[in-house]
Each structure stands twice: as structure tokens, then as C-alpha cells.
């Protein structure tokens, strides 16, 4: 099955600075590759996804990466703020799957 | 916006006895998971179901099991809860396979 490796595990920034977040996966047949925030005691929610037709995707000060010959994609916040503080989680879907197989977490913190 | 609902955010039972817990969505989505989270291991998979009565194991199947009588509705049995058991679960949902999932807030189980 899907194996997926994400990198750091712990990251901190200066408010101000950027943040990347990598995670590589194994199944070459995988298509679908969400990103997750988790804020302390809250629900993960969606912030951004890409698909393997496309190679980058952008939204304000999110961006998300895709490398299919190397397995991997990152996520990258520019301008942190201290509201970006939470553990992200990446996640690969394999063709023909259900389920998106989970990295275990990256725990962002941001100091103002 | 979709909502997913789980029926308890903390839940304290004994070890031996059975324990249900239960998620809702609103959104007609097909596919639903139970995960459990913990520090450091990221999500992992209990199992998760893609129609009514229709189910499969994940990562971490061993002592629970999952009843999906209406397609709202995803229920995660404890069949007897022991204290290794003691987790954040997590319920969510998604339209198809290759669309984000959403996650309701989550239970805190404490077994003693």
C-alpha cells in the first residue's frame, strides 16, 4: 500500500518568515494529494489539494508543489503569522483507493 | 457547508464495558472513516466504509468494529473497551474518493 513520509516534524519560524513542509510518497500510481490544518483542540480542515495533472497550485499565501518523477510534495506559507500555528498533515491517495493515506504531522509554530 | 457530527466531544467509560460512538453527516457523502489520533503517530486508520453496510478494516482495526445502517450515519464500537484504547477519535466524510474529507470535532475517550 501508500506509504508516506513527511518532514519536519517540528518547525519553527519567525513571524514574517516562510515555512516548507515535505512529504514523499511511495505509490507512483497516487493522484490526489490533500493538505490539512489542525489547530489545538479543533477539527483538521482542508486548507489546499493538487492533483497529479497539475505540477503547483496557489492560494494567497499557501502553495503547494508536486513532483511525480521524485514522489514528493511540499506545502509552502509565506509571511507566517502567529494564526498559522497548528500541525499540518499531508495526505496521498493511491489510484484506485479509497483512502488517502495520512503523513504523521508537522507542528508549526510561528513566534510573533 | 458540510457538517459532520460526532455525539460526544469527551467520553469517559471503564474497561470491559462496550462503547458506541457515533458520527452524522449532512452531505450525502458515500464514503465514511473512523480514525484515532494520538501524539506523534499522526491519523490512523480504524476502518472506514464506502456505502451502506458496506465495510472495510484499515490500520487498526483489532478491537473495534463499525455499523453503517443509513448512509448518515458511521458508528464505532469499542465491543470491550480496554485502557490502550484511550484516544482522540475522529469521524469523517467525503463525496468520492478523490475529494477532500471533512472531519467532525472528535471524541476524547478516557478508559479506566
Known amino acids: 500500500g501508500e506509504n508516506v513520509e513527511q518532514h519536519p516534524s517540528t518547525l519553527s519560524v519567525q513571524e514574517g518568515d516562510s515555512a516548507v513542509i515535505k512529504c514523499t510518497y511511495s505509490?507512483?500510481?497516487?493522484?490526489?494529494f490533500p493538505w490539512y490544518k489542525q489547530e489545538l483542540g479543533k477539527r483538521p480542515q482542508l486548507i489546499i489539494d493538487?492533483?497529479?495533472?497539475?505540477g503547483e497550485k496557489k492560494d494567497q499565501r499557501i502553495a503547494v508543489t508536486l513532483n511525480k518523477t521524485a514522489k514528493h510534495f511540499s506545502l509552502h506559507i509565506t509571511e507566517t503569522q502567529p494564526e498559522d500555528s497548528a500541525v499540518y498533515f499531508c495526505?496521498?491517495?493511491?489510484?484506485?483507493?479509497?483512502?488517502?493515506?495520512f503523513g504523521r504531522g508537522t507542528s508549526l509554530i510561528v513566534h510573533p | 457547508d458540510v457538517k459532520v457530527t460526532q455525539s460526544s466531544r469527551y467520553l469517559v467509560k471503564r474497561t470491559g464495558e462496550k462503547v458506541f460512538l457515533e458520527c452524522v453527516q449532512d452531505?450525502?457523502?458515500?464514503?465514511m472513516f473512523w480514525y484515532r489520533q494520538d501524539p506523534g503517530l499522526g491519523l490512523r486508520l480504524i476502518y472506514f466504509?464506502?456505502?451502506?453496510?458496506?465495510?472495510e478494516k484499515g490500520d487498526i482495526p483489532e478491537g473495534y468494529s463499525v455499523s453503517r445502517e443509513k448512509k448518515e450515519r458511521f458508528s464505532l464500537i469499542l465491543e470491550s473497551a480496554s485502557t490502550n484504547q484511550t484516544s482522540m477519535y475522529l469521524c469523517?466524510?467525503?463525496?468520492?474518493?478523490?475529494?477532500?474529507?471533512?472531519f467532525g470535532d472528535g471524541t476524547r475517550l478516557s478508559i479506566l
Open positions: 469523517a466524510s467525503s463525496l468520492s474518493s478523490n475529494q477532500p474529507q471533512h
Open positions: 505509490d507512483s500510481a497516487s493522484n490526489y
Open positions: 493538487i492533483r497529479s495533472n497539475v
Open positions: 495526505a496521498a491517495r493511491a489510484g484506485g483507493s479509497y483512502i488517502p493515506t
Open positions: 452531505m450525502d457523502h458515500e464514503n
Open positions: 466504509s464506502y456505502d451502506v453496510k458496506m465495510k
